[in-house]
């Protein structure tokens, strides 16, 4: 069985800075991407960053420059460092995880709001 736990959501006002935690554990055959997606009210999910293996990255083009995706190789630990923060971030924040045997995980979600 696989878990993903999810961290650091929160209420921040516009222009503050969260950061968020997903530590994957369990019988997870080498992990491959991690990610973030992002659900607002209203809207479909969407990708928000993702890090391969090797450490290389992807953003989606709205939090460039303002989030940063890393990764603890040893922990099975991804972050997003996210500043700058505005309201239109506010939305419900989930972990991905894809291992190399194609299987795909999520985190339960972590809620992100942020105020005018």
């Known amino acids: 069985q696989v878990q993903l736990v999810e961290s650091g959501g929160g209420l921040v006002q516009a222009g503050g800075s969260l950061r968020l935690s997903c530590a994957a554990s369990?019988?997870?055959?080498?992990?491959?991407?991690m990610g973030w997606y992002r659900q607002g009210p209203g809207k479909q999910r969407e990708l928000v960053a993702a890090i391969t293996s090797g450490l290389r990255t992807n953003y989606a083009d709205s939090v460039k420059g303002r989030f940063t995706i890393s990764r603890d190789n040893a922990k099975n630990t991804v972050y997003l460092q996210m500043n700058s923060l505005k309201p239109e971030d506010t939305a419900v924040y989930y972990c991905?995880?894809?291992?190399?045997?194609?299987?795909?995980?999520w985190g339960q979600g972590t809620q992100v709001t942020v105020s005018s």
């Open positions: 991905n995880v894809n291992s190399r045997d194609m299987s795909v995980y």
């Open positions: 369990g019988s997870i055959f080498s992990i491959n991407v």
